[in-house]
């Protein structure tokens, strides 16, 4: 069991440069398989996921070189045998965006039937067969294994999504590259790290329509060339760091150069007193003596914190924002629309003294405000539950415990030393 011990109540103040997002390096780094042509990847976080991924590209016979200090990382395929057989690692959801790119190069792939991840809730891989099976691929199970076969080389195709679901876009795009002609998705995901997958495929040589909107058109590409890129900074990360500058008093800014995503998590951190801003590539978070949340001017209604897909605030973020709500004076309901698992961790927040109310399996309301005593409490398998556990223990006096804290590591190598830098006593306790 892996913890976390925190000896909060200090202000936090300083500056932050962030690592790449997570969500947009793993997809890029299962898109490159579609290349012969070398690529070199900057900023690349030392995280689980990417650990996993090297070591699967190593045993598929990838020349790989990882200089973890300097975060690069060069991958040339061409060394992979047209023989090699390909399983992919099961511990990790983001197998699934290997596939297409396995189909193109091998003709098979396969997967373990359970794909694991954040226990989130329910996530089916049907729609992603059905993206498959568009571009041509045939699926079977064979013992406990899915098997992808690639058949032929097929037109574009055209989806309409029933939910504007991340991977099973991605899914699509890096599919649609494969295929002959044009290709269209409706109802596409166009989150952040969607468009900086979209991003990194144009400059590899994809035509790309539509990335950031919910309609994509791809044109199928025949030769990729070598790429050059540098991811940008995760955007769950700087609001991270901004809301631990809220909930500690303190004064925090964070390397940001797309600020232009912010304008509704921005206004998020204002519904609890707090004010956000950017200049010259950073944003900073001066916390207010008191976090109190903001009435309505439709005073009859609860202050509410809404997330669903991009351009929502993200369900991924929505934790961090709990962590403030239980500190603010006030009611806040936070209704999460994507996952059914994403909110029963709030009986640890009682552990520390708060006071909440789950409505149903999409709902809380925290009645923020009381004072908050520290604990010994335990996360659950999501990354930004760990570190808003974390948060709430870094606003109390004295010594808390973070149990399981390990989901943090999945996402944030430096997260640790980066919150000591600022201010906070903490420890990982393996």
Known sequence: MTALRVRGGQKLVGKIDPSANKNAVLPVLCATLLSDAPIMLRNVPEITDVQRIHAFFS??????EWDKDAKTLRIDHSTISSSAKAKLPQAMRASIMMIPGLLARLGEARLEHEVKGCTLGAREIDPHVQVFKAFGAETSYEGKDIVFRNTHKVDGARMWLEYASVTTTENFIISAL???????????????????????????????????????????????????????EDFHEVATFLALSAVTGGDISVRNTQPEDFMLIDRTFEKFGAHVSHEDGWSRLEAPAELCVQQNFTSHLTTKVEAAPWPYIPADLLPIFIALGVKAKGQTMFWNKVYEGGLTWHTELSLFGAHTLLCDPHRLITFGGDTLRPATVTSPYIIRVAIALLMVAASIDGESTILDADPIRRAHPDFVKNIDSLGVDVSWDD
């Open 59 to 64: 045993d598929l016979g990838t020349t790989v």
């Open 178 to 232: 494969t295929a002959k002609g044009t290709s269209q998705i409706v109802n596409a995901a166009c989150e952040p790290h969607v468009q900086e997958l979209c991003t990194f495929l144009e400059k590899m040589g994809g035509k790309i329509r539509g990335k950031g909107t919910s309609m994509v058109t791809v044109e199928g590409c025949d030769k990729f060339q070598s790429v050059d890129y540098t991811f940008v």
